[in-house]
């Protein structure tokens, strides 16, 4: 069946630095990819998502590629702030799953001023 | 009004106690659904329904009962659950049930379950 695999947590980076947290997967076909992030306290929420291969989701100064070729969907930021310091999740839709998606893990980032 | 409203927040419970975890959606979707969140462990998918009817169902135990009376709310029932049933509940709802998955899942904050 179809997984998602992120790199485990935490990751602690000082303000300003730059982030990376890596998600692969495992799926038939060509799934839709979505990153995920949870505010402490708070819900789940989108924070950006790409649909075919090559596209490149962005929001909030957060992006990343769908690359097929090594089935992975990395999340980046440049430049880090303490206000981002969540939970991020990796989640993929599958092949006529509509909106059932399949998450990850979750990576916890805590950014130190 | 938030978009999705859990309650409540935080249940102890006992394995021989019948609880019943609530969720309400005030964006006007029509496709609800349960996840289960547990430490080091990826969310689950546990229910789904669109339009009031059940959709999805993975495997879950019977001790966990979900209803849905309405595109609005959603309810989880528990019975005689296990210590291993602790765990966040996560409700969340989209507007359908997508067409190659572009839809945006919204969810609650979550019903924190302790089993004892």
């Not at chain 1, 070729?69 to 991020?88: M, N």
Request: net charge negative; glycine share 10%.
């Amino acid at each position: 069946g179809d997984s998602v695999t992120q790199m485990e947590g935490p990751v602690t980076l000082s303000e300003e630095a730059f982030l990376t947290i890596n998600c692969t997967y495992t799926a038939t076909g060509y799934p839709s990819l979505f990153w995920y992030v949870q505010y402490p306290g708070e819900g789940l929420q989108l924070l950006l998502k790409a649909t075919k291969a090559d596209d490149k989701g962005s929001n909030k100064g957060f992006e990343a590629t769908y690359r097929k070729e090594t089935t992975s969907f990395h999340l980046e930021k440049g430049s880090v702030q303490v206000s981002d310091s969540a939970v991020y999740f990796c989640a993929l839709s599958g092949k006529n799953a509509g909106n059932m998606l399949t998450f990850g893990g979750g990576t916890r980032l805590m950014v130190k001023p | 009004e938030t978009g999705v409203t859990q309650t409540p927040r935080h249940l102890v419970m006992g394995m021989t106690n019948k609880k019943s975890l609530k969720c309400e959606q005030h964006l006007g979707h029509n496709a609800m659904y349960w996840y289960k969140q547990s430490a080091k462990k990826p969310l689950e998918l546990m229910f789904v329904y669109s339009l009031e009817e059940r959709v999805e169902n993975n495997s879950v135990p019977s001790r966990f009962s979900p209803e849905c009376p309405n595109s609005s709310h959603l309810f989880l029932h528990l019975h005689t659950l296990q210590p291993e049933d602790s765990a966040l509940y996560l409700c969340a709802s989209s507007q359908d049930m997508g067409t190659n998955g572009g839809g945006e899942l919204f969810f609650g904050e979550g019903s924190r379950l302790t089993v004892l």
